[in-house]
């Protein structure tokens, strides 16, 4: 599995559980061998056009998600789901690019998505 895939995997691991869990219990430091830590309400980086360039990682690990290529950056919508900001891939060539993570694998993460369905459209919500 590529380096992109496991990172979106783990990313939405994540946002699950910062939605699901109260937020005084939610804390980097309290998930043991944590690697990344993206949360769509913390560390984005956006232009006025609320294209998304840099994803910065909370868990202080330094293991950011950017994109330089204006064409190919995600979006934040404010205020989307449950009144918290979400950061929007277009499901066509929207991507973030993100470090290499040591000794991360795939038997050792587990990923959730949180979709929102339209009549006209599936978004996934990040």
Known sequence: MGFLKKT?????????IYYLLPAQ?????NIPGLQLWLKADSLVNFDAGYN??????????????????SSNKPII?????????????DGT?????GTTIPNINT?????????????????AQF
């Not at 219990?25 to 430091?29: A, D, Q, T, V």
């Not at 360039?53 to 202080?60: E, H, I, P």
């Open 107 to 123: 038997s050792s993460m587990t990923i959730f998505i949180v979709v929102k369905y339209n009549n006209t459209n599936v978004w």
């Open 77 to 89: 919508i404010t205020n989307a789901l449950n009144s918290k900001p979400v950061i929007r891939f």
């Open 52 to 69: 998304v360039s840099q994803w910065s990682d909370c868990s202080g690990n330094n293991n950011n998600a950017i994109q330089p290529t």
């Open 8 to 16: 979106i995997l783990l990313l939405f691991l994540l946002l699950f």
């Open 25 to 29: 219990i939610i804390n980097p430091n």
């Open 93 to 97: 060539d929207d991507w973030l690019q």
